[in-house]
DNA sequence: TTGTAAGCGTTATCAA
DNA sequence: TTGATAACGCTTACAA
């Protein structure tokens, strides 16, 4: 079978707990030692076997990271930042979605990570799913994205402030009539959907502008989704002259939507995301860019620093990393009647 | 601590070897003995160690992806169609990213799998990495995606005949100059960029075009390096009347230049590409459209079998899955001069 | 600095 | 159908 810590350790002429330290770089022993025990390990082509240090040990070297999307833009570049962390680290990235989209039957993720993983990551769950509570009760070490969420520590962009920075743009190009495209308004605090919708608010107020509910359209976070929203506004009786949409991808939408109407934006009507999507660029669109793949590092730095700390979850409420600003051609000065 | 296998037989009233037995629904057990088994687990809430099952039984019960990028388009759908196959299964799912573009310094995977998965997926590594030959040399279960590689199972498209579809609807056009967008002509065969150049040269062949190398230009499979490689396409003398671009994304970047020089696809100059972006639909752009997500749903199901086959891997050479040409505004007749 | 040996929590063989 | 019990391969007190 396989070469084993014994076969290491006869050949190099010493005790597998010798072996065992020597390999793993622990203190108290001799240079000379170490140096034969890894020659050695190499030349018999040697490889742990993490079940069996696992079970010896207690820890599985191993953290999940929950999303509820694998194949969208924010969530895969999230994860790109997690796995190039975790991956630096050594420690086994596990993948779980929890998506009940596509009406696969998911088993919730909580039973699939006791005694599994040292740790968990958590993206984008809004914070009054059931399944996240579920995650959270584990009392494991955690880190969550996208989401805050009392007591857990969490890396977030300051969502109230980004759409803040959408919507006073677009009311210093002279706008009035603006439309808001997003999530249901009900939506559970300490979300993005949430805090968007009221630093939009909080701008109009300021602005002096009170907000008409009609203009207000809500769906999907998704291309669909804003596509939907922008014809549900472009049939309204008086059109808005500007638009701020939640998330690049419903600008997306919104944007196709005002092409099936002859629209063109930034000439007909501005429209604004946020996201900072790769995409974005291609098609001239004004957004509030967020650091995507620095939200999944720091994350997952995060979690990592409880690993190696006491275990136990120390929320050092991490101030929120900057968004930008980023004008395009889609948002234009309202043109003077 | 945590309840283990030896609580549970205590409660039940039986030995840890029948525990073992209820649980994983082995035959010969009483089915009163197993529903008592079942029921005292569920009461004192135990989980089994996964560590220990696996050091004893020998299979880790997990499989790992291997893949080039995660945060890109194809490689994180063909992801998701792998995750929801293996999660239905209940086998975890490792992610192993392998890129070295980052500048970051990548351990080869291979020696992280040893001892640690059951099997392997491999997203599009190139035929001839060397990364990918030891990952095989590893003997395990293997399933390959969008390469191939002798004896080895894999789920792919037909490269060349997509290819050929994309050229064929050019030509069928009355396009005659036509420009080729795509990764260097030297690639390794059994990839990709080796079969999709050969398929746009039969059809040019075939339909007694020459095809002039000057209208080749190559760059990265990137919106950047589409647009570059257009870019250097419009400042030639006699520029093609339409151009095939061997991914969306690359004909988005080409799209990016187009609009640079004030020309406009479909209008100016034809340009068709491969993939089926979700993208595509709002760029309005003519492709040719693979089946993303069931290319890793399939080989996921490969592996599965596999596993639970005889260990051995079964190349069952699979025929390749369909595409569709999705005709859209990009590409038109060539204007009769 | 090194060795001895008792776990870690299962699975699987063999016998009953 | 069930039970004893020997692995599985490592880690980690504790001793030396």
């Known amino acids: 079978m396989a070469i084993t810590i014994r076969d290491v350790a006869r050949a190099a002429g010493v005790s597998t707990a010798t072996v065992s330290r020597a390999l793993r770089d622990l203190p108290n022993v001799d240079d ?14 040697y490889v742990i076997s993490p079940s069996a240090s696992r ?14 999307y694998i194949a969208r833009w924010f969530f895969s570049t999230v994860l790109s ?13 596990l993948l779980m979605s929890v998506s ?6 998911r088993l919730p993720p909580a039973p699939r990570l006791r005694r599994r993983v040292d740790g968990v990551l958590v993206i984008a769950i809004p914070a009054d799913d059931p399944q996240l509570h ?12 996208g989401v805050t969420f009392e007591g857990v520590p ?21 706008h009035h009539r603006i439309g808001l495209i997003g999530g249901a308004p009900g939506a559970a605090p ?17 602005a002096g502008l009170q907000f008409d509910p009609i203009l207000g359209s809500y769906g999907h976070f998704t291309v669909a989704g804003g596509e939907q929203a922008m014809t549900d506004l472009l049939t309204l ?6 638009v701020f949409a939640m998330s690049d991808e419903m600008a997306f939408g919104a944007m196709r939507a005002m092409r099936s109407h002859g629209l063109q934006p930034g000439r007909d009507i501005s429209l604004v995301g946020i996201d900072g999507h790769e995409i974005s660029e291609l098609l001239d669109l004004t957004t509030v860019a967020q650091p995507v793949q620095d939200l999944g590092r720091i994350a997952a730095e995060a979690l990592l620093a409880q690993l190696h700390g006491s275990g136990e979850r120390t929320d050092e409420s991490t101030r929120p990393l900057p968004t930008q600003l980023i004008v395009r051609g889609s948002t234009a000065p309202l043109a003077r009647p």
């Not at 579920?134 to 994205?145: D, F, K, Q, Y």
């Not at 300490?190 to 300021?206: I, Q």
């Not at 009786?237 to 500007?242: G, I, L, M, Q, S």
């Open 81 to 93: 930042g997690v796995e190039s962390v975790l991956q630096s680290a050594g420690i086994d990235l």
């Open 100 to 105: 009940n989209s596509s009406g696969q039957l």
């Open 55 to 68: 079970l010896a040990s207690g820890r599985t070297g191993s953290v999940a990271v929950i999303t509820p």
């Open 237 to 242: 009786p008086a059109r808005p002259t500007a």
């Open 32 to 45: 000379q030692t170490r140096l034969r025990v890894q020659q050695v390990a190499a030349e018999l082509d």
């Open 134 to 145: 579920e995650v959270l009760a584990l009392g494991m070490p955690t880190s969550l994205i």
């Open 190 to 206: 300490f979300t993005a959907e949430y805090d968007r919708h009221r630093g939009f608010l909080e701008v109009m107020d300021e």
């Open 154 to 174: 969490s890396v977030t962009i300051d969502d109230v402030q980004a759409a803040r920075t959408a919507a006073r743009h677009l009311v210093n190009l002279g």
